[in-house]
Structure formats: structure tokens, C-alpha cells
């Protein structure tokens, strides 16, 4: 059966389980892996600006052996010329065997997933709405370092109404016992009532103390950035950018084990005085990306572990 990665739901616990196996292999042993996707083209389209999530998605690739066509920048398509989607898509898939794309629409990986009819779809982030491999990318961060899903208190900070990294990270561990999570925005960026409303109410709060968020004993803060792009105005934009950054005063109210994530690019919500906290992971976070998409690539492609 053709399996598409949209949203993280799309996969269960115990399919994200056997990602989490398999990646976790592929960084002991890379060198076992290296002819799997032999023979095999991803095709990478990117509609909109990627530098981690493309490059990625290709190193992971190059590194099973397989090879990469595609483009990054939505001008250089045919869709600069009228062409739909749904015919890009089509007229790909005779090409490669399996696709990871980014677009700035919503709903537009879904879109380009109806129309396909033997290759597998990656939705490499839509819009403001899913990032389902970052999902996977901070699932296995934080396996790694917490060994457990279960039982945790996450902080996520900064713009939760727009934020995609965010909106699937909430929704994936939302289905583990015991998690607990704390929403730190400005009024303006608050998390969206639609992702509020499939948590239970004692499972969240809402804050804009950033310290205090911090000082009640979070087990995981998930910094991200203000996102220029998702503004229609500069000034709003320009008034909100700064509203939390994370330094070394804050980071001496964390506990010790406590670990800070971040899907990247940042602007200025992480001091660079961080950077060399072992407390902070965003940059292993970044390479445990790579890793788990190779992973995906395996498993959607039906290849032996």
C-alpha cells in the first residue's frame, strides 16, 4: 500500500517507534547502510527557501546511495508558468521513486498526495500548518537525551500561533501518557484554539513569563523564532521579534538535565553565550534530522532494515 508522511499522526507510536530503531542503527553502523537506496531517486521540491530541511532530506539520501533531482526555488519550476500542482506532481513521479516537498501552502502536501499513484510523499513543511520530519527530527532528539516520551513537562516558546515545527511536535506527544505542556507566547502569537482544543485543559497552561516558565521546572524547552514571513506587516513584525530570547540568566533557573531544542534558523531568541551549554542540543538536534529521514526514506520505500 502507498504510504505518504502529511501530518506526524499519519504514523503511529509503534511506527515511530521502529523510526526511532532504525535511525538509531544507522548512527551506530552508517557504513551498513550505504548501497540500501541504490538504484533509487528522491525528487526534492522545494517552493519555498530550505537550507537544513533540504539539505537534509538530500545528504540522507546521497548517504543510502540513492540520488536526488529536483529544485529550491519555486521560479525555476514549471509552476512559474501556470502549471498546477497536482500536474508538477504527476509529471514528477515518472521520474523518481519517492518525493519530499515544500511549499508555503497549506494544505498543499495533502493536495499533491491525492494526486500521486505509486510514489511516496514527504511533506517537507506547508505553510504555517504541519512539519511532520522536524517532528521526527526533535522525537528522536529527545529520545536520545530523555529516553522516555512519556511523563514530561515541555515548554514551547516564542510564535506558537504561526509556528509549524511547533503545531506537530504539540500534536505528537500529545498522544504520550503523562506530558504536560507550557504554551509561552505574547498575546499576539498565542497557540491557535484548534491545537488547544485536542489537549486536555489540565494538560496545558498558557504564559507570557518566559523566566517563570523556566523556574517551574521544565523538562524540555522548545525555543523558536518569530517568523518574518508569516507577517503581513513589518511593524507588527519589528515589535514582536524580541520578545523572548533565552540567555544565560534564564538558563540558570533551568534544572540541570533540562534540554533546549530548536528547529532552526534562529535570529537572536537564543544567545550565541549558550551555545556551549551541554544543556542546549539544537545543533545535534539538526544532525539527528538527517538520520531520522533516513530512516523515513527506508520505510516508505519498503526497504530492509
Do not use: W
Not at 22 to 35: F, G, M, R, S, V
Not at 65 to 76: L, T, Y
Not at 183 to 205: G, H, Q, V
Amino acid at each position: 500500500m502507498l504510504r505518504h508522511l502529511i501530518q506526524p499522526l499519519d504514523f503511529t507510536t509503534e511506527e515511530f517507534d521502529y523510526l526511532f530503531r532504525l535511525a538509531n542503527k544507522i548512527i551506530q553502523n552508517p557504513e551498513n547502510y550505504l548501497d540500501v537506496c541504490k538504484g533509487k531517486l528522491l525528487a526534492s521540491l522545494f517552493f519555498e527557501p530550505s537550507t537544513r530541511t533540504r539539505l537534509s532530506f538530500e545528504s540522507a539520501m546521497l548517504r543510502l546511495g540513492g540520488q536526488v533531482v529536483g529544485f529550491s526555488d519555486a521560479k525555476v519550476s514549471s509552476t512559474a508558468k501556470g502549471e498546477s500542482l497536482q500536474d508538477t506532481i504527476r509529471t514528477v513521479e515518472n521520474y523518481a521513486d519517492i518525493c519530499a516537498m515544500r511549499h508555503p501552502k497549506e494544505g498543499a502536501a495533502l493536495l499533491a498526495a491525492k494526486a500521486m499513484t505509486r510514489m511516496p510523499i514527504i511533506n517537507a513543511g506547508d505553510g504555517g500548518h504541519q512539519h511532520p520530519t522536524q517532528t521526527l527530527t526533535d522525537l528522536l532528539t529527545i529520545d536520545y537525551y530523555k529516553k522516555r516520551f512519556d511523563n514530561l513537562t515541555i515548554g514551547v516558546c516564542g510564535d506558537l500561533k504561526f509556528g509549524r515545527t511547533i503545531h506537530s511536535l504539540v500534536r505528537a506527544m500529545n498522544r504520550y501518557e503523562g506530558v504536560k505542556f507550557v504554551f509561552i507566547s505574547p498575546e499576539e502569537l498565542k497557540m491557535p484554539k484548534t491545537f488547544k482544543d485536542e489537549i486536555a485543559e489540565e494538560n496545558y497552561i498558557e504564559t507570557s513569563d518566559l523566566s517563570e516558565a523556566i523556574k517551574n521546572g521544565l523538562d524540555i524547552l522548545y525555543m523558536s523564532r518569530v517568523q518574518r514571513e508569516r507577517f503581513v506587516s513589518e511593524e507588527e513584525y519589528l515589535r514582536l521579534k524580541d520578545f523572548f530570547i533565552l540567555d544565560k540568566e534564564k538558563m540558570n533557573l533551568a534544572k540541570e538535565d533540562m534540554i533546549v531544542l530548536h528547529p532552526l534558523p534562529r535570529v537572536n531568541e537564543i544567545s550565541t553565550e549558550i551555545d556551549d551549554d551541554p544543556r542546549a542540543v539544537y545543533f545535534e538536534q539538526a544532525r539527528f534530522g538527517m538520520y531520522v529521514r533516513m530512516a523515513l526514506i527506508m520505510f516508505l520505500l519498503g526497504l530492509e532494515a
